[in-house]
């Protein structure tokens, strides 16, 4: 199990909707419970103001909360994002990083609501920071989670 997380960050890296992104996971803990993002001050990520793009720090965060909430609840469950907001505190003039974290706590309420409800939506934070733990800004992002019988059997809309 140990190459798990190795696998899950080059993976990641180099599916090319998030390489695009400029982001890399530069870490994940081997209990896949902690996620590090490094996004560079470069020529892509960079806007027309010399700092880094908005649009590159919300696209970083994407989709990791949800794989690794996907990579703890296993295969019996549907994991989406929802739903993000992004709180822009001040420029990025240099590389910044963001980490992700899930408790075992959090990973046990979503599994008690989803038995519960059939479906949840939890939100978790992050920020991205620059060297000296200054944030820069501030996203929460909404991930949906349900059973897949549960999903199975909803109701069509349409």
Not at 27 to 41: E, F, N, Q, T, W
Not at 46 to 55: D, H, V
Not at 84 to 111: H, K
Request: net charge positive; glycine share 6%.
């Amino acid at each position: 199990m140990a190459w798990r997380p190795t696998l899950l960050r080059h993976g990641l890296n180099w599916f090319p909707a998030y390489r695009a992104t400029g982001a890399r996971i530069v870490h994940i803990s081997r209990d896949m419970k902690r996620a590090v993002v490094r996004l560079p001050l470069r020529r892509t990520t960079r806007n027309g103001a010399g700092t880094l793009f908005g649009g590159s720090l919300y696209s970083a965060t994407d989709p990791v909360f949800a794989l690794l909430l996907a990579v703890h609840l296993g295969p019996d469950y549907i994991v989406w994002d929802k739903a993000a907001s992004i709180r822009y505190r001040r420029p990025g003039r240099e590389a910044l990083t963001a980490e992700f974290t899930l408790a075992d706590s959090e990973i046990a309420a979503v599994r008690e609501q989803v038995a519960r409800c059939g479906s949840c939506d939890r939100t978790f934070s992050t920020a991205f920071v620059d060297r000296q733990g200054t944030i820069h800004a501030e996203i929460d992002k909404t991930v949906y989670v349900a059973s897949k019988q549960h999903y199975k059997n909803r109701p069509a809309h349409g």
